[in-house]
């Protein structure tokens, strides 16, 4: 009950540098995101009746940006480029290698110790870089399945993991 009231007293905080102004809907999510790495429906409803606009409007904002997600995200997000560069260079690899390395599930994206996101995207603009992947800001370009599963296990390490 208690990280409920925290969580709301962060957005309190976040609608308060924006002046509770309705029209800075956009960087008021954005800042909400970066705190939780994703959008909880809970909140979405709180920043609507706090900026007395319509929880459609807000859901809306927040489902029709890409940036944005309703669902959690792993503290670490790892985005593989299946555009037509990196998947002629066998990108398909890289994701097996990433889902078997992180024990995902058919349909899941998200290791279950919320440290990892797979994200598969249509391009990274590194088409010579290919196969090319982004683990949080860092771009990774020629990799393989060995340099990908070595890549997450040192990530593991040095977050304390398995």
Known sequence: ????????????????????DGAKLIPILQAVQREYRYLPEPILAFIASSLNVSPAKVYGVATFFAHFTLKPKGKHIIKVCDGTACHVKKSTTLIDAIKKTLALED?????????FTLETVSCLGACGLAPVMLVDEDVHGQMTPDKVSALIKETMKSEGSK
């Open 1 to 20: 009950m208690e990280e409920n009231y925290s969580k709301f007293d962060k957005v309190c905080r976040i609608l308060e540098e924006n002046s509770y």
């Open 107 to 115: 349909g899941q994206t998200t290791t279950k110790d919320m440290l």
